[in-house]
């Protein structure tokens, strides 16, 4: 059993659903977990912890700055550990593959500036909830979905996170620390 961190920052509320999911399929391993908003962070000692998972939503191609502060503030303990990092866009719901070249450029720009590099990387598609966003933001997700293709739900939610995908991650995300003997009492 390992002790996992798992950090998150949130505009909508789907990166947050992601790192409780994350958070409950490390719990369902065996695996003990402590969830933190990215926002509340700065203020809590962490502890001691054997991994850690960051997820974090972009947006106009860049990452929330809560989780940019506290990669930057946590950089030698999360070097010091296995680390995934969850981005989460709409671009990874994207078929084309320049939308994920472009959603995975995004983050190793960010990994760059910050001078850090996680273990493993994985491109989760996030969602749409109309109730989450002031006009302009609306009008403008629902243009960009419109020219992908992609007609909004009358309901104004739509989910694109690939759950299977992301718990694939995670378990191999696990099963390779474990089997490197990294980080794990």
Not at 54 to 69: F, I, K, T
Not at 140 to 151: A, D, S, Y
Request: net charge negative; proline share 3%; aromatic share 8%.
């Amino acid at each position: 059993m390992a002790h996992f961190l798992v950090v998150y920052a949130t505009t909508e509320g789907q990166t947050r659903k992601i790192a409780e999911r994350v958070a409950a399929r490390l719990k369902g391993a065996g695996h003990s977990v402590t969830l933190v908003d990215a926002k509340a962070a700065a203020s809590l000692e962490l502890g001691s912890f054997d991994a850690a998972v960051l997820a974090a939503s972009l947006h106009v191609s860049r990452h929330q700055p809560e989780m940019l502060d506290f990669i930057r503030r946590q950089r030698a303990r999360l070097e010091s550990v296995p680390t995934a990092f969850v981005s989460v866009s709409l671009s990874a719901s994207s078929q084309k593959a320049e939308d994920i070249d472009n959603a995975r450029e995004a983050a190793e720009v960010m990994f760059d500036d910050l001078d850090w590099e996680p273990t493993r990387l994985h491109l989760a598609a996030g969602a749409v909830r109309d109730r989450q966003m002031g006009f302009l933001k609306r009008w403008v997700i629902h243009r960009i979905l419109r020219q992908k293709g992609v007609e909004m739900d009358p309901s104004g939610e739509m989910e694109f996170t690939d759950w299977p995908a992301l718990d694939a991650f995670i378990d191999d995300f696990v099963e390779e620390t474990l089997a490197a003997g990294r980080g794990f009492a």
